[in-house]
């Protein structure tokens, strides 16, 4: 008589295999996702957040959780009571990436964006203040819109206006008679081209359109180049 399996001995194998639907890189800590995030990009001069680490996933502004009391009208009780942000997750269009950019926004800069004209000229924003509000989240997805053809050339622009060596900053060097670190250089250049073409072929898409602010430089992997500044100092 032929021995059939028990539900148990049926069952067990599926069990055993636990099914992971999160990305690689969102399970990782946070401070592992930061440090991925930022390791080709130029450092965020104010810093990460150190007590509120989810705000340097997302555009929270200056936003952090505030405590105070809950006061009984009637018999003047104290109840402690915390106000988180008030957070949502928005699909903004880039003119700059020419795709939807999935983040976390908090309400005040929503309105911010909408005031300014669009995420792109949220985050490019030059004083100090914004640089101040984009928090980690925002200086890495500034990063990679510089990073486009299309900032780029309103940067070149700009230089020429102001009567710039058209080059950047190597050909600067050459004409005042530097030494430019030519390998350094072509490297730089070759590591640009990469990720512009990654761009082109459209990785890193989410299936509704939109792509995630954490795989942003994870599809880019974004190499700082010194010929394209935003700031030229005379």
């Known amino acids: 008589m032929a021995h059939r399996p028990t539900l148990s001995a049926l069952t067990t194998p599926i069990l055993h295999h636990t099914l992971h639907t999160t990305p690689p890189l969102l399970a990782r800590p946070a401070a592992s996702q930061l440090a991925h995030q930022h390791a080709n990009i130029p450092p965020y001069p104010y810093g990460p957040s150190l007590w509120y680490k989810q705000s340097n996933f997302g555009l929270y502004g200056t936003s952090k959780p505030q405590s105070g009391n ?19 997750s928005h699909r903004l269009w880039s003119d700059a990436l020419d795709r939807f950019v999935r983040v976390k926004v908090q309400a005040r800069v929503m309105r911010t964006i909408d005031k300014v004209g669009g995420l792109d000229e949220y985050l490019l924003g030059e004083k100090a ?5 984009l ?18 050339e309103s ?10 060596p058209e080059g950047g900053y190597e050909e600067g060097v050459r004409r005042e008679g530097g030494v430019v670190d030519e390998v350094a250089a072509e490297k730089r250049e070759r590591a ?23 795989e942003e430089v994870e ?11 935003p700031r030229v100092s005379l």
């Not at 009637?74 to 008030?86: D, F, G, I």
């Not at 990720?195 to 954490?214: A, C, F, H, N, Q």
């Not at 599809?219 to 500044?229: D, L, T, W, Y």
């Open 155 to 164: 940067y070149r622009a700009q230089r020429r206006a102001m009567g710039l």
């Open 129 to 133: 203040g914004r640089i101040k509000e």
């Open 219 to 229: 599809a880019g992997q974004v190499i700082e180049s010194v010929q394209e500044r």
């Open 135 to 152: 928090g980690m989240g925002g200086w890495a997805l500034r990063w990679r819109l510089m990073r486009t053809e299309k900032v780029r």
């Open 70 to 88: 809950n006061v009984s009208p009637r018999t003047e009780t104290k109840t402690r009571r915390k106000w988180w942000p008030n957070i949502h």
């Open 192 to 214: 640009i081209d990469s990720v512009i073409e990654k761009e082109s072929k459209g990785e890193g898409e989410r299936e509704d359109g939109g792509v995630m602010l954490g």
